[in-house]
């Protein structure tokens, strides 16, 4: 299994590069004032977690390769897996990746070497709540590459449909500054054991990203926007339907753009939440709203 890393790690440099030449020209040095998220773009490596404790799963972490290079301290993304699968989290690698590349340290539920499988689960949050715990104990480890080198203070959470459900319950431990729904949210009736009440609990701001009506949690996703008090977003693009943000499909066929899309959406909410960076922020909000201007999307914002 270890032979498997190597190559691993050279394919999502690969991937990273490729994707940094087509969407961000040069390489930005790093600054005393960071940069927008949306304008770095690292070599990314692909790691298991290191075993630190007993926790609900295993988890893959994904980072910048090159950790003296740009913020001091990184924020931590948790992200949790369509289907509440705890095992793998091939499904999102390139979300992932991606995400990692643009300067944050993401802690992915599933481990390293488990295949794809057709894994369906049920809500349990503690895979999210217990990821944040590992960052904090690796980031105090010594021997560790990420000691001293995450923020505590920046962890933001996120998951995709049922994943979306776990991160939303999580979103209530103290330690969240930031939650996003992707394709997901709490059913009126408390289907999967968790019903819109857990709302209240909610104390960050909260994105809510949906495909449309074609996307089987639109429905939940617009009525708990509608629910929560918290500073929120809900952004919408009804060419992704359920999985089309995930695996880089528009109308249901073939088109990497819309994953593309997707991406800027992650790294402007958790840079605009997490970093404080105004442009991040009016990415979604004023009159200069950046994804507003996109092609397809709707937003809409309050509590701001």
Known sequence: MASR???LVAVLTALVAVAAAAVVPGTPEAEPAAPPASEVFHPVVREAAAKTGDYAAEYTVYRPADLDRGRARLPVVVFGNGACRHTSNDELLTLETLLAAHGFVVVAVGGFDQPALTEN?????KVITDAITWAERENRRPG???RDRLDPRRIGVTGHSCGGLEALVAGADPRVKSVLSLDSGFFADGTLGYGRENLRNLHTPTLFVDGGPADVA???SGANYDLVTVP???ATNPAAGHTGFVYGQRDGNPDPSVREEAVGVFVNWFDFTLNGTRTARD???????GLCATAGWTVTSKNF
């Open 5 to 7: 890393k190597p190559l």
């Open 121 to 125: 689960g049920t809500p349990v949050p």
């Open 144 to 146: 560790s590459d990420l």
């Open 218 to 220: 639109y429905p939940n």
């Open 232 to 234: 929120a977003v809900r």
């Open 283 to 289: 990415y979604f909000l004023g009159a200069s709203c």
